[in-house]
């Protein structure tokens, strides 16, 4: 069993940074896929970028490329997400989700276990 515990959200202006992190329970961690996800308001819940467990990165969402960047410490059981040049249009509940397997998915369905999920607004 893996628990994640998402922070480090919040609200920021335009142009502002933030920096998520997921702090994951369980000793398997540096074995599982690490994905970040986010659900604007009204909208579906869309892929953003995942890590595998080498630290190599999936493509990122069209949207956050050159300003997003994913991370993972493995002796911390923390990823994280950098999001810098942030834009009103990033503003979502952003999710983090491990997945059993040394490679990353793209789907909901694809990951394990979920965090709860950390608020994320950004205004104009």
């Known amino acids: 069993q893996v628990q994640l515990v998402e922070s480090g959200g919040g609200l920021v202006q335009a142009g502002g940074s933030l920096r998520l992190s997921c702090a994951a329970s369980?000793?398997?961690?540096?074995?599982?896929?690490m994905g970040w996800f986010r659900q604007p308001p009204g909208k579906e819940l869309e892929f953003v970028v995942a890590?595998?467990?080498?630290?190599?990165?999936?493509e990122y969402l069209d949207s956050v490329k050159g300003r997003f960047t994913i991370s993972r410490d493995n002796a911390k059981n923390t990823v994280y997400l950098q999001m810098n040049s942030l834009k009103p249009e990033d503003t979502a509940v952003y999710y983090c989700?491990?997945?059993?397997?040394?490679?990353?998915?793209?789907?909901?369905?694809?990951?394990?276990?979920w965090g709860q999920g950390t608020q994320v607004t950004v205004s104009s």
């Open positions: 369980g000793r398997t961690f540096s074995t599982y896929a």
């Open positions: 989700a491990a997945r059993d397997s040394s490679w990353p998915g793209y789907k909901r369905s694809d990951y394990d276990y």
């Open positions: 890590i595998r467990w080498r630290g190599s990165s999936t």
